[in-house]
């Protein structure tokens, strides 16, 4: 039970964490404009995630109420 | 995780946290405009501009430049001839002696040729040099807070700790976010929730970012200790043979020395020239840095010596195992390998790190020993355990 919890607090955390590694590593140890674009991009991912979470989270302090992303009644 | 294990790590973040966040944010305020020192130094630089030449020109014999080195500073002794191979620019650095230059760094005159036309781009005397740019200063911040090999040192501890601080906040990431969404910002709430869950998100997304800088600027600090390793167990088994010798009267074509360091190390490229007589190097060979082509391997920096007083190779030098360690940290942690898109990633990585550190620092001013949702995460856990550990009353 707490397994499947755990998959999902870290399912993103990891992802993130791991396409940054990539981005890192791609235009130290790739040649050629491939490997920047790609480390790019990697590396956009994770910026964009912040993005995206701070613009749901002034629709939520605007809106004033719960979205259905929000805390799991106990 | 039990309740005990979760306060215990809340402690290890919190107070390793709070000893590191000053020097940290002065840290990453520093280090926002250092990701651009080499456009900055351009910038106000002041030298003349590049002669515009068809591609494939060829660079200007080094030793011609040598000769108008010593004719415009007569009686100086050539120190270093710095060969860039991004830009076409050769850099000559001259001295009274290495005497006066071991005595102070700055007592030198540097001259930029076009290495394409040989043209003096700009030659500086002393006097002019003493102004130091602005990105040494940010730097000397940065690394070491002005105060050289103990700053280095210190600034170094406080490395670890921002590194111990990152593992213990994912830690106890794991039992805060148990009842909510990746990426949950409940701004509707009180403004202690909103940041608490902001500096959760912005602590987890660019966790790999932070730890891989933070790790590979402690490494940084310890290059001083690291080269001096070097220099007192490889260097000077190789250079025992060679001190007290003479300096050559005449030294052998500095041209010819690169050409014969190209020759026995064809996939290295030359970068930089250590004339003979330094009190690092020898006082009769040529010390020529070489480093690789590939992305990677043009940060591992490979030493070749050539014989001055007779022009010929005497031995291609390895590098130790931690020097190519701390090699390979320097671009990891500058950013500066991946064109100018990488360096933006970098500056607003580092922006939101400051967040973090700020968001960290308005949570622990609030009144409260813990945090708000501390009591909930705490009867989770108690929930969660089905073999029934003593339950404790949550703490208000």
């Known amino acids: ?74 | 995780m039990t309740r005990a294990a979760l306060r215990k790590w809340f402690w290890v973040h919190k107070w390793t946290s709070l000893v590191c966040t000053a020097f940290l944010l002065l840290i990453c305020v520093t280090g926002l405009p250092l990701v651009f020192s080499d456009e900055i130094n351009d910038a106000l630089d002041g030298a003349l501009p590049y002669a515009a030449v068809p591609a494939g020109t060829p660079r200007v014999d080094l030793d011609h430049l040598i000769t108008a080195s010593r004719a415009r500073y007569p009686g100086e002794t050539v120190l270093f001839a710095a060969l860039l191979d991004d830009e076409p620019k050769v850099i000559v650095t001259l001295a009274p002696s290495w005497a006066a230059f071991v005595a102070d760094r700055h007592a030198v005159h540097r001259i930029q040729f076009d290495a394409h036309t040989g043209a003096v781009l700009k030659a500086s005397d002393p006097n002019q040099d003493a102004g130091v740019r602005v990105t040494d200063v940010l730097l000397s911040l940065h690394r070491d807070l002005f105060a050289a090999l103990p700053g280095e040192l210190f600034l170094g501890l406080i490395g670890l700790l921002f590194v111990a601080a990152i593992v213990s906040g994912v830690v106890v990431y794991g039992p805060f976010m148990r009842r909510l969404d990746f990426a949950t910002v409940r701004s509707e709430r009180s403004s202690r929730v909103k940041w608490l869950d902001l500096h959760n998100l912005l602590g987890i997304v660019p966790l790999m970012w932070m730890l891989v800088v933070g790790a590979t600027g402690v490494v940084n600090e310890l290059s001083t200790p690291l080269f001096g390793l070097w220099q007192i167990t490889d260097v000077k088994a190789m250079l025992a043979p060679m001190a007290g010798k003479p300096v050559p009267q005449q030294l052998s074509s500095p041209q010819a020395a690169i050409d014969v360091a190209r020759a026995a190390a064809p996939e290295m490229v030359p970068t930089s020239v250590v004339f003979p007589g330094s009190p690092f190097g020898s006082p009769y060979h040529y010390l020529i840095w070489t480093k690789g082509r590939s992305a990677l391997t043009s940060r591992l920096f490979s030493p070749i010596l050539v014989d001055a007083r007779d022009g010929k190779l005497a031995a291609v030098v390895m590098m130790p195992w931690y020097l190519r360690v701390l090699e390979v940290s320097r671009p990891l942690h500058f950013g500066d390998y991946g064109g100018w898109p990488l360096k933006i990633i970098w500056c607003l990585l580092d922006i939101v790190t400051i967040a973090v550190l700020g968001s960290g620092l308005y949570l622990w001013f609030g009144r409260r020993r813990l945090p708000p949702e501390f009591s909930e995460v705490e009867a989770d856990l108690a929930d969660s355990r089905v073999s029934g550990p003593l339950v404790e009353r949550a703490a208000e």
């Open chain 1, 1 to 74: 039970m707490s397994g499947r919890a755990d998959l999902r607090v870290w399912r993103w955390p990891v992802a993130l964490s791991v396409l940054i590694a990539v981005g890192l590593a791609a235009a130290l140890l790739g040649e050629g404009g491939a490997w920047w674009g790609l480390s790019w991009a990697a590396l956009a991912v994770p910026l964009a995630t912040i993005a995206v979470a701070l613009a749901r989270s002034r629709r939520r302090a605007r809106s004033g109420r719960s979205n259905a992303g929000a805390a799991r009644p106990s």
